[in-house]
């Protein structure tokens, strides 16, 4: 017995021990994978980014950003968002609470004074009795010696058995009583303290709007540069696939593209963007424009000048040009609109995705849901089989990353 006793001891012990080494082992572990990694998120995209930015993506709302230099001043502002929201629930859940204290106060104090009056109509009753038995017990000694002591000795009874009953009546309506006082005192109680909450609570809520105020301002200037998180791709830019996306999904439904896949070509030619050091402004244009080299033949195909110098400042030999490195005489075939500006600029993220998406849907076969389909179009854009794996990989990577959130429904007809 000792023996099977020392065995279980042991067993557990080794259980809590295998258990204690591994709780350690993924806090460490957890530690070690925030700090290392370099797409830690330390704020969101707030709820008035769709008033700043008229048409900004509804998925876009809350997704977490990568913390830079250039973007404190906008995830400082959502965290004060979040204090806000926070503030604003803990609000709410008290006036609530205030408000069904009210009817149960009143109900405690009813409750208390009915047991009052109850305790007061017994300890009456009680108190009768006990003269009525003095008055009895006094007329028995003073009066008439013949009295029938038989029937006096069972009234007697009876009457201590009345007033026995009546003084444990008296004590249960006296606790009913208390109780009843105690639970209407502990809801007023209640109430005054959640007044007071609530009036620091309306202190904190201004403050907190104050702050929330003063870094509003933020949200401009910080939403073309942040990056989202895990993707690491801005989010005027994502914004940009994502409506490229909805735009052919109506107007060529039959071609079936994806922002992903958009994001794979983003990813290829400008890095979204961000070529040498380029940044989005607010209306999605990179700044400096981003311009690719002379296509003179010496290493690259050779593509005189097209368009007289107007997209790439070139007059001899085109360029290259945009987020998505349109050729010049490429981009006067597809180049659109995207964000509705009235210009059609291929330095623009908007103008730029859309005629990418474009350009890809018109050289699938069969479309852009296959993967045969995707890599005959990513040749025509670039004829480099090692280009077309490196963007089907980066889309697909992206797919995964972004699925339930920003590719919840199905492309139409997929």
Not at 29 to 47: E, M, Q, R
Request: with cysteine; proline share 5%; charged share 25%.
């Amino acid at each position: 017995m000792i023996n099977q006793i020392n065995s279980t001891w042991f067993e557990l012990s080794r259980i809590k021990t295998a258990l204690y080494w591994t709780f350690v082992f993924v806090l460490v572990l957890s530690i070690y994978t925030i700090h290392s990694n370099s797409a830690f998120a330390a704020g969101s995209v707030p709820p008035n980014a769709v008033e700043i930015y008229p048409g900004l993506d509804h998925r876009l709302i809350g997704i977490p950003i990568i913390e830079k230099e250039n973007t404190a001043a906008l995830i400082s502002y959502s965290q004060a968002l979040d204090e806000l929201k926070a503030l604003e629930t803990l609000s709410v859940t008290l006036n609530n609470d205030l408000a069904a204290l009210g009817p149960e106060s009143i109900a405690a104090k009813a409750n208390a004074k009915e047991r009052k009056e109850q305790f007061q109509e017994i300890s009456k009753s009680y108190r009768s009795l006990l003269v009525s038995q003095y008055q009895d017990l006094s007329t028995n000694q003073h009066g008439d010696q013949g009295s029938n002591e038989p029937d006096e000795l069972r009234k007697n009874q009876q009457t201590q058995s009345v007033s026995s009953s009546m003084r444990s009546w008296k004590i249960k309506a006296e606790k009913k009583m208390k109780e009843a006082e105690k639970h209407s005192k502990k809801v007023d109680s209640k109430i005054e303290e959640s007044k007071t909450k609530l009036a620091q609570l309306d202190t904190d809520l201004k403050t907190a709007k104050k702050t929330a105020n003063a870094r509003k301002k933020a949200v401009r200037n910080a939403i073309p540069v942040a990056l989202i998180e895990s993707l690491e791709i801005p989010v005027l830019t994502m914004d940009a696939y994502l409506r490229s996306e909805q735009v052919l999904a109506a107007s060529k439904p039959e071609c079936g593209i994806t922002w992903w896949a958009l994001a794979g070509i983003g990813r290829a030619e400008s890095n979204h963007g961000r070529f040498r050091g380029s940044t989005l402004d607010q209306s999605g244009t990179v700044l400096p424009p981003i311009i690719g080299v002379a296509l003179d033949g010496n290493g690259f195909a050779s593509i005189p000048d097209s368009d007289g110098g107007l997209l790439d400042g070139d007059t001899t030999w085109d360029r290259a040009v945009g987020v998505m490195q349109f050729i010049p005489g490429t981009w006067k075939g597809y180049g659109e609109d995207g964000n509705g500006d009235g210009k059609i600029d291929p330095q623009n993220v908007y103008d730029s995705a859309l005629a990418a998406g474009k350009l890809l849907c018109a050289n699938a076969r069969p479309d852009m849901r296959t993967p045969e389909g995707r890599r005959t179009a990513y040749l025509r854009y670039n004829n480099s089989g090692k280009y077309a794996d490196f963007v089907e990989a980066k889309g697909k990577s992206y797919e995964e990353i972004g699925a339930g959130r920003f590719n919840p429904v199905p492309v139409p007809g997929g």
